[in-house]
C-alpha cells in the first residue's frame, strides 16, 4: 500500500526539481540536493543574508547542513522502485520465464534453455563457466519455432534438398543423404542473394525514379504546351471569325449600296412615269367626254387639238429586271458555306489527328484476363438509340431480339436497324466482356453515326464511322468501312472481351475462356469520342458483363 501512494514529486528538489540527491533539510524543514542548496548560499554571500529557496525563511548565518540520511534512504528505494517498475514488462514485451509473481521484461533468450532472462535472471549466463556455450539472442517470442517439433531440438541445420531448417537428428533420419549446410552458412549465402536482389530493386527504384521524373516533366511540357495551343487556336479562331465577319459585313454593305444606287436610279423615272400617267389619264378623260358631245361643230374644232400627242416627251418602253435579282448572290454565299464547312471538316480531322499523334506514353498492352480487368469499365445500353425489336433488361444491361414491336417513344438518336448504342464514350485505356447467343456484331463506334434508314451509312462496320466483330455459331469476321476480314477458325466462346486504348488508336477482340485469345486487332486513329455498340440478329441475345463476373 505504502508503494501505491509514493509520489516522485514528493521527493523532488525545489531547485532542479530532479529527485534528490545527497538530500539535505534546512532549519525551516525543507529539502534540497546539497549542492543546489549550496549553490544558492553561495550567490547570498555577498549579502550576508540567507533564506530557504522554498519558504523564503531568513538566517542570520549561514546554516550549516548535514545529509538526511533517512531521506536518503527513502529516494534510493524509490529509485530501485522505478527502475524495477521500468523493468515490468508490458503488453508487448517478452516476459522473463523465471521470475515467479509480477514478471520482469526479458532482456535474452537462450537458444539451448530455451528460456528467456530478465536482467537479474540472466547474470548466471553471464558468471557461470556451464552457461558460456549457451547461445543468446535478443528476446523473442518464436523460441518453439526455432526448436524441431520431432526432435526437440535445435534447428541449425538447413537442408537445400527439401528447402527447409533441421536439427542434427533430422540429418539422420528423414534427412539422410541430402545436401545440408549449418543454418549459419545458409543463412551467409542467402543473405549475398539478398543483397544481390537489394541492389537490384535499388536499380530498378533508380530506373523507376527516373521515368517518373522524366514522365512528370514530359506532363509539365504537355500541359504548357497545350495551354499555349488553347491560346493560340483561341486567337487564330477569334481572328477567322472576325475575318469571316468582316467579309459578312461587307458583302451586306455591298448589296445594301447595289439596292440604293437601283432604287435612286429609278427615284426620277417614277416620277415622270407617274406624271406621264396622269396626263395620259386626263387626254383620256377628254377623248371620252369628246366622243359623247353631240355638237358637231365643238366635236370638229375640238379633234385636232386632243388627238395631237402634247409637247411632253414621252418615254420610252422600260423593261424592268426580275424580282429576284439577288439569287445568285445567295446561291454564292451559300457555295461559300459549303466550302468553308467542308474545308473546316477535312482540316478538324488533320487538326484531330496532329493532337493526338504523339500521346504522353504507351501503355503495353495487358496479356492476362487479371491484367484486363484492371481497365475494366461499366457499361450500360441506352434506350434512346435501341431499335423498338430489340428488348431491354437486367437494368439495360441485357438486350435480345424481339419479334414484336416495344413501346419505345420516339427519338431521333433511335435507329431503324436492330442495333443499340451504349450510355458511356471510351476514353484513355478500356476493357468490358460481353455474353452473347445466335449472331450478334460487337462495335466500337462514332455517336455521329447515321440512324434512319437501313443503308450502309447506319448498319455497324459498313461505313468509316464503325468497326464491328461478327460473332456466330459457325464463324467470326471484322468488319470496318465495307471491307470485311474473315477470322480463321479458333475455339468457340460465348464470351467475347473488347480493349481499347484510345491514345494509341488500338481495338483489340479477344475470345475469353480459360486463355485470352486475339481474335482481332486494329490499329487506327480516333478522331472522335467512341461508344460500345450491338448489332443484334433475329433470335440473338448479349449480356454486357459486370467486371467480377
Same mark, same amino acid.
Given at each position: 500500500?505504502?508503494?501505491?501512494?509514493?509520489?516522485?514529486?514528493?521527493?523532488?528538489?525545489?531547485?532542479? /526539481? *530532479?529527485?534528490?540527491?545527497?538530500?539535505?533539510?534546512?532549519?525551516?524543514?525543507?529539502?534540497?540536493?546539497?549542492?543546489?542548496?549550496?549553490?544558492?548560499?553561495?550567490?547570498?554571500?555577498?549579502?550576508?543574508?540567507?533564506?530557504?529557496?522554498?519558504?523564503?525563511?531568513?538566517?542570520?548565518?549561514?546554516?550549516?547542513?548535514?545529509?538526511?540520511?533517512?531521506?536518503?534512504?527513502?529516494?534510493?528505494? /524509490?529509485?530501485?522502485?522505478?527502475?524495477?517498475?521500468?523493468?515490468?514488462?508490458?503488453?508487448?514485451?517478452?516476459?522473463?520465464?523465471?521470475?515467479?509473481?509480477?514478471?520482469?521484461?526479458?532482456?535474452?533468450?537462450?537458444?539451448?534453455?530455451?528460456?528467456?532472462?530478465?536482467?537479474?535472471?540472466?547474470?548466471?549466463?553471464?558468471?557461470?563457466?556451464?552457461?558460456?556455450? @549457451?547461445?543468446?539472442?535478443?528476446?523473442?517470442?518464436?523460441?518453439?519455432?526455432?526448436?524441431?517439433?520431432? @526432435?526437440?531440438? #535445435?534447428?541449425?541445420?538447413?537442408?537445400?534438398?527439401?528447402?527447409?531448417?533441421?536439427?542434427?537428428?533430422?540429418?539422420?533420419?528423414?534427412?539422410?543423404?541430402?545436401?545440408?549446410?549449418?543454418?549459419?552458412?545458409?543463412?551467409?549465402?542467402?543473405?549475398?542473394?539478398?543483397?544481390? =536482389?537489394?541492389?537490384?530493386?535499388?536499380?530498378?527504384?533508380?530506373?523507376?525514379?527516373?521515368?517518373?521524373?522524366?514522365?512528370?516533366?514530359?506532363?509539365?511540357?504537355?500541359?504548357?504546351?497545350?495551354?499555349?495551343?488553347?491560346?493560340?487556336?483561341?486567337?487564330?479562331?477569334?481572328?477567322?471569325?472576325?475575318?469571316?465577319?468582316?467579309?459578312?459585313?461587307?458583302?451586306?454593305?455591298?448589296?445594301?449600296?447595289?439596292?440604293?444606287?437601283?432604287?435612286?436610279?429609278?427615284?426620277?423615272?417614277?416620277?415622270?412615269?407617274?406624271?406621264? =400617267?396622269? *396626263? #395620259?389619264?386626263?387626254?383620256?378623260?377628254?377623248? *371620252?367626254?369628246? #366622243?359623247?358631245?353631240?355638237?358637231?361643230?365643238?366635236?370638229?374644232?375640238?379633234?385636232?387639238?386632243?388627238?395631237?400627242?402634247?409637247?411632253?416627251?414621252?418615254?420610252?418602253?422600260?423593261?424592268?429586271?426580275?424580282? @429576284?435579282?439577288?439569287?445568285?448572290?445567295?446561291?454564292?454565299?451559300?457555295?461559300?458555306?459549303?466550302?468553308?464547312?467542308?474545308?473546316?471538316?477535312?482540316?478538324?480531322?488533320?487538326?484531330?489527328?496532329?493532337?493526338?499523334?504523339?500521346?504522353?506514353?504507351?501503355?503495353?498492352?495487358?496479356?492476362?484476363?487479371?491484367?484486363? /480487368?484492371?481497365?475494366?469499365?461499366? #457499361?450500360?445500353?441506352?434506350?434512346?438509340?435501341?431499335?423498338?425489336?430489340?428488348?431491354?433488361?437486367?437494368?439495360?444491361?441485357?438486350?435480345?431480339?424481339?419479334?414484336?414491336?416495344? /413501346?419505345?417513344?420516339?427519338?431521333?438518336?433511335?435507329?431503324?436497324?436492330?442495333?443499340?448504342?451504349?450510355?458511356?464514350?471510351?476514353?484513355?485505356?478500356?476493357?468490358?466482356?460481353?455474353?452473347?447467343?445466335?449472331?450478334?456484331?460487337?462495335?466500337?463506334?462514332?455517336?455521329?453515326?447515321?440512324?434512319?434508314?437501313?443503308?450502309?451509312?447506319?448498319?455497324?462496320?459498313?461505313?468509316?464511322?464503325?468497326?464491328?466483330?461478327?460473332?456466330?455459331?459457325?464463324?467470326?469476321?471484322?468488319?470496318?468501312?465495307?471491307?470485311?476480314?474473315?477470322?480463321?477458325?479458333?475455339?468457340?466462346?460465348?464470351?467475347?472481351?473488347?480493349?481499347?486504348?484510345?491514345?494509341?488508336?488500338?481495338?483489340?477482340?479477344?475470345?475469353?475462356?480459360?486463355?485470352?485469345?486475339?481474335?482481332?486487332?486494329?490499329?487506327?486513329?480516333?478522331?472522335?469520342? =467512341?461508344?460500345?455498340?450491338?448489332?443484334?440478329?433475329?433470335?440473338?441475345?448479349?449480356?454486357?458483363?459486370?467486371?467480377?463476373?
Amino acid at each position: 500500500m505504502a508503494e501505491a501512494n509514493v509520489s516522485v514529486d514528493q521527493f523532488s528538489c525545489p531547485v532542479c /526539481l *530532479e529527485l534528490l540527491k545527497d538530500p539535505v533539510t534546512v532549519a525551516c524543514g525543507h529539502s534540497f540536493c546539497k549542492v543546489c542548496i549550496n549553490d544558492c548560499w553561495d550567490q547570498e554571500d555577498l549579502k550576508g543574508v540567507y533564506s530557504c529557496p522554498q519558504c523564503r525563511r531568513s538566517f542570520a548565518q549561514r546554516p550549516v547542513v548535514g545529509k538526511n540520511t533517512m531521506l536518503a534512504e527513502v529516494v534510493e528505494k /524509490l529509485k530501485m522502485m522505478e527502475l524495477h517498475s521500468a523493468s515490468r514488462a508490458g503488453p508487448g514485451d517478452v516476459e522473463c520465464d523465471v521470475c515467479t509473481g509480477r514478471k520482469l521484461k526479458a532482456l535474452k533468450s537462450c537458444l539451448v534453455c530455451l528460456a528467456s532472462y530478465c536482467e537479474t535472471h540472466l547474470q548466471p549466463h553471464y558468471q557461470s563457466p556451464a552457461f558460456k556455450k @549457451h547461445k543468446l539472442v535478443k528476446a523473442s517470442r518464436r523460441l518453439q519455432e526455432q526448436i524441431c517439433s520431432e @526432435h526437440e531440438r #535445435l534447428l541449425e541445420v538447413y537442408c537445400r534438398t527439401d528447402q527447409q531448417c533441421i536439427c542434427m537428428l533430422c540429418t539422420m533420419d528423414d534427412h539422410r543423404g541430402h545436401d545440408t549446410v549449418s543454418a549459419t552458412a545458409e543463412r551467409a549465402e542467402k543473405q549475398k542473394q539478398l543483397v544481390d =536482389i537489394k541492389k537490384k530493386y535499388q536499380q530498378k527504384i533508380q530506373e523507376r525514379e527516373k521515368e517518373l521524373q522524366e514522365l512528370k516533366k514530359t506532363v509539365k511540357y504537355h500541359k504548357s504546351s497545350a495551354q499555349a495551343a488553347l491560346e493560340d487556336t483561341e486567337k487564330i479562331f477569334t481572328e477567322l471569325i472576325c475575318c469571316i465577319e468582316r467579309k459578312r459585313s461587307e458583302i451586306s454593305e455591298l448589296i445594301r449600296a447595289q439596292e440604293e444606287a437601283a432604287v435612286r436610279g429609278t427615284e426620277g423615272v417614277l416620277e415622270r412615269l407617274e406624271q406621264e =400617267i396622269a *396626263e #395620259l389619264r386626263r387626254r383620256n378623260t377628254e377623248l *371620252e367626254q369628246l #366622243l359623247l358631245t353631240e355638237d358637231h361643230l365643238h366635236f370638229l374644232q375640238s379633234f385636232q387639238s386632243v388627238s395631237t400627242p402634247s409637247g411632253s416627251a414621252f418615254f420610252s418602253s422600260i423593261t424592268a429586271h426580275p424580282p @429576284h435579282s439577288f439569287e445568285k448572290v445567295v446561291k454564292s454565299v451559300s457555295r461559300l458555306r459549303d466550302k468553308v464547312e467542308k474545308l473546316c471538316e477535312e482540316e478538324f480531322n488533320m487538326i484531330s489527328i496532329r493532337v493526338k499523334e504523339r500521346p504522353i506514353f504507351l501503355l503495353p498492352e495487358p496479356k492476362s484476363r487479371e491484367d484486363f /480487368l484492371l481497365y475494366s469499365c461499366e #457499361l450500360t445500353l441506352d434506350p434512346n438509340t435501341v431499335n423498338k425489336y430489340l428488348r431491354l433488361s437486367e437494368g439495360n444491361r441485357v438486350v435480345s431480339y424481339s419479334e414484336t414491336e416495344q /413501346l419505345y417513344p420516339d427519338h431521333p438518336e433511335r435507329f431503324d436497324v436492330y442495333q443499340v448504342l451504349c450510355r458511356e464514350r471510351v476514353s484513355g485505356c478500356c476493357y468490358w466482356e460481353v455474353e452473347w447467343s445466335g449472331g450478334i456484331y460487337i462495335t466500337v463506334s462514332y455517336k455521329n453515326i447515321s440512324r434512319k434508314g437501313d443503308g450502309s451509312g447506319c448498319l455497324f462496320g459498313y461505313n468509316d464511322q464503325s468497326w464491328s466483330l461478327y460473332c456466330s455459331p459457325s464463324s467470326y469476321s471484322f468488319t470496318h468501312n465495307f471491307k470485311a476480314t474473315l477470322i480463321p477458325v479458333v475455339p468457340r466462346s460465348c464470351r467475347i472481351g473488347v480493349y481499347v486504348d484510345y491514345s494509341a488508336g488500338t481495338l483489340s477482340f479477344y475470345s475469353v475462356s480459360d486463355t485470352m485469345t486475339l481474335l482481332h486487332r486494329v490499329h487506327t486513329t480516333f478522331t472522335r469520342s =467512341i461508344y460500345p455498340g450491338f448489332y443484334v440478329c433475329l433470335g440473338s441475345t448479349l449480356k454486357l458483363c459486370s467486371s467480377d463476373q
